[in-house]
């Protein structure tokens, strides 16, 4: 029964690093995409996709420390990525952010 | 006059903005004891506001929240020092903490602590400063 226990931890252990290196690995192309990107439109792709990388780093922590408090920073990064990515769609789209007044 | 058509936006943020007002008080709540906190909860109220801001404009969203926000800085701060003053009542040093633990009817049994009026105080001037700080910004010419 232990050495189930030990070799699934061990397979959990192996995972958390491939994937981190895996998510480390993207967030260095994106950095490289957000710098030398075209169009502003890639780099706001590029930074959304940065949040959303940052969410997945937030969970595989929280599976790594085995806690759950990890939880609401997820969420809350999730709602700030998209806020971020909202704004920077309407001032590309319109040039501004808050309009004056509705059209 | 280029008009964006924004009907997703307007939709999605009626629905997305009442979640991130649910979410800040549970923030706000939650906090001291897991993460969250006067701070985070002003933080994401703010939010809500500035995504319902974005999505419909300045003029009606002061129509539908008829409130300067550059008021509520110092209710916030007034209710952070009246806390700590609060705890001269009691012959105690400045800004003394206390917790309980009380009998609600629906909840059961919850812990009710004193720094939670505090944080109430830190979420009014949160709220207040951030919202002042980017409306600002975006009305300047």
Redesign the interface.
């Known amino acids: 029964m232990t050495s189930i226990l030990a070799t699934t931890e061990q397979i959990i252990d192996i995972t958390l690093f491939i994937c981190f290196f895996g998510i480390s690995l993207s967030l260095v192309l994106l950095v490289y995409r957000i710098i030398v990107g075209p169009t502003n439109a890639d780099r706001a792709v590029a930074l959304d996709t940065i949040g959303i990388n940052l969410m997945a780093v937030a969970a595989l922590m929280a599976i790594y420390l085995l806690t759950t408090k990890l939880n609401d920073v997820i969420l809350l990064i999730g709602i700030l990525a998209f806020l971020g990515t909202v704004a920077i769609a309407k001032y590309l789209e319109k040039g501004v952010i808050i309009d004056r007044d509705i059209d | 006059?280029?008009?964006?058509n924004?009907l997703i936006?307007r939709t999605t943020t009626s629905l997305?903005a009442f979640i991130?007002l649910g979410?800040a008080v549970y923030?706000l709540l939650?906090g001291h004891n897991?993460?969250?906190g006067g701070f985070?909860g002003g933080l994401?109220t703010s939010?809500a506001v500035?995504?319902m801001?974005?999505a419909?404009?300045?003029?009606?969203i002061a129509k539908i929240i008829p409130v300067n926000f550059r008021t509520v800085i110092p209710v916030g701060l007034l209710i952070a020092v009246g806390t700590g003053l609060g705890s001269f009542v009691f012959d105690v040093p400045f800004l003394s903490h206390t917790f309980g633990y009380f009998n609600v009817p629906i909840f059961g049994k919850i812990e009710l602590a004193t720094a939670m009026l505090f944080d109430i105080g830190v979420y009014l001037t949160v709220l207040g400063v951030t919202i002042t700080i980017?409306?600002n910004i975006?009305n300047d010419q």
């Open positions: 006059m280029y008009k964006p924004d936006l997305i991130l979410f923030l939650a897991s993460p969250g985070v994401v939010a500035i995504l801001y974005m419909y404009g300045m003029e009606t980017i409306l975006a």
